[in-house]
T-cell receptor, first 114, second 112 residues
Framework: AQSVTQLDSQVPVFEEAPVELRCNYS??????LFWYVQYPNQGLQLLLK??????LVKGINGFEAEFNKSQTSFHLRKPSVHISDTAEYFCAVSDYRGTYKYIFGTGTRLKVLA | GAGVSQSPSNKVTEKGKDVELRCDPISGHTALYWYRQSLGQGLEFLIY????????KSGLPSDRFSAERTGGSVSTLTIQRTQQEDSAVYLCASSRTTETQYFGPGTRLLVL
């Protein structure tokens, strides 16, 4: 069975500092990987995705993530955060068997401090 | 273009009542998913529709939950005899391909 682990439930960081949000997954088959952001009282917005090819993926709002197959990780990074990046971030995995449903991590609440 | 829409945005109901939640997917998207987001359980898959195929209901937590998708477009999630533990945000997502899902704003359900 697949699973996703986001070890950090909360990450406080000062504005303009770099940040890394960690995501590790477990799967016996190849997977697709996603990062979504959720602002308060809103749905999920896609930040970036890894399907195949280059392991470094760039997304919206200056975020990027690197797929590491040997470490089964897909960590999200941003070199310089802004107050507006304060939100909850979810890592998700799906495999291309059957339904392509997502298995989500428990989320990481990023709080950017002035 | 228009995104995924869900209605109502908020629903307050009494324990034991039935509720219906509606999802309008993005036009042309053949796949539709329902997820539930709750404090104790995080984001959980509930059900998946793909075209005219039989839905994958493997995530429905009990037989009080059901869903249908009419005409390959609009979907309704029905919860019968609601319980307080059903309180959550119900998210709908749709996709054209088999990979990226686009989410609606959710319906926030509160069972008193």
């Amino acid at each position: 069975a697949q699973s996703v682990t986001q070890l950090d439930s909360q990450v406080p960081v000062f504005e303009e500092a770099p940040v890394e949000l960690r995501c590790n997954y477990s799967s016996s088959v190849s997977v697709y990987l996603f990062w979504y952001v959720q602002y308060p009282n809103q749905g999920l917005q896609l930040l970036l995705k890894y399907l195949s090819g280059s392991t470094l993926v760039k997304g919206i709002n200056g975020f990027e993530a690197e797929f590491n197959k040997s470490q089964t990780s897909f960590h999200l990074r941003k070199p310089s955060v802004h107050i507006s990046d304060t939100a909850e971030y979810f890592c998700a995995v799906s495999d291309y068997r059957g339904t392509y449903k997502y298995i989500f991590g428990t989320g990481t609440r990023l709080k950017v401090l002035a | 273009g228009a995104g995924v829409s869900q209605s109502p945005s908020n629903k307050v109901t009494e324990k034991g009542k039935d509720v219906e939640l509606r999802c309008d997917p993005i036009s042309g998207h053949t796949a539709l998913y329902w997820y539930r987001q709750s404090l104790g359980q995080g984001l959980e898959f509930l059900i998946y529709f793909q075209g005219n195929s039989a839905p994958d209901k493997s995530g429905l937590p009990s037989d009080r939950f059901s869903a249908e998708r009419t005409g390959g477009s609009v979907s309704t999630l029905t919860i019968q005899r609601t319980q307080q533990e059903d309180s959550a945000v119900y998210l709908c997502a749709s996709s054209r391909t088999t990979e990226t899902q686009y989410f609606g704003p959710g319906t926030r359900l509160l069972v008193l």
